[in-house]
């Protein structure tokens, strides 16, 4: 099986650097060319299934693509990007100006400690766990996937099939795809961000 990770294309809250985890913003301008630029380099690939998030951005991205491939978007909010709860919608200064205990609780224990009304990590990762437990249940009959989602749920994928990995350092750039090779008992990078 071969899975395909692409990242959703930029927003206005990337741009402004705020948390947005669960607001359901769409691509600006600059997000829509990354996601022709994204159908424009998988044109040639023979995709069997395209899955998004739930959210627009996740589904505006992945819209070039199915329309060049004539195949429907499969939506899974399984694949939701983790929410910040009170969080979403700021940056880093008015959090903290907003919740200063809290935020450096988080910034110092990012895995187990869960911001006023986000949804903890430890949930959030046993739920993408389950949305790729069901991509490779289905692997015979798909066996090409393109998954366009969050860079959270990009970050939580990586790490289910390299344990180990530094969670942090793995980067997913938009308008990129990274491809992974997936046998019964093993896996390994195809491509990264090309």
């Not at 947005?20 to 299934?49: H, M």
């Not at 289910?160 to 046998?183: E, N, R």
Request: charged share 25%; net charge negative.
């Amino acid at each position: 099986m071969e899975l395909i990770l692409a990242r959703h294309g930029q927003t206005n809250f990337n741009v402004a650097k705020k948390f947005y985890g669960a607001l359901d913003v769409p691509i600006n301008e600059n997000g829509r060319n990354q996601a022709e630029l994204l159908a424009d380099k998988l044109r040639d690939f023979e995709i069997s299934k395209i899955v998004t998030s739930e959210m627009t951005r996740c589904v505006q991205t992945a819209t070039p693509t199915a329309e060049e491939h004539k195949m429907k978007i499969s939506q899974n909010g399984l694949f939701n990007e983790k929410s910040f709860g009170r969080w979403e919608g700021l940056d880093a200064d008015q959090i903290e100006a907003l919740d200063s205990k809290e935020w450096w609780s988080w910034l110092n224990a990012p895995f187990t400690y869960t911001p006023p009304a986000a949804e903890p990590f430890d949930t959030f990762f046993e739920r993408v766990t389950k949305g790729v437990s069901e991509l490779l249940i289905d692997r015979q009959t798909s066996n090409k996937v393109l998954l366009v989602c969050h860079l959270g749920v990009l970050r939580s994928v990586n790490q289910l099939l390299f344990p180990g990995t530094d969670f942090w350092s793995v980067d997913f750039k938009a308008g990129c795809y990274t491809q992974f090779h997936l046998d019964e008992d093993s896996v390994r990078v195809v491509t990264r961000n090309q």
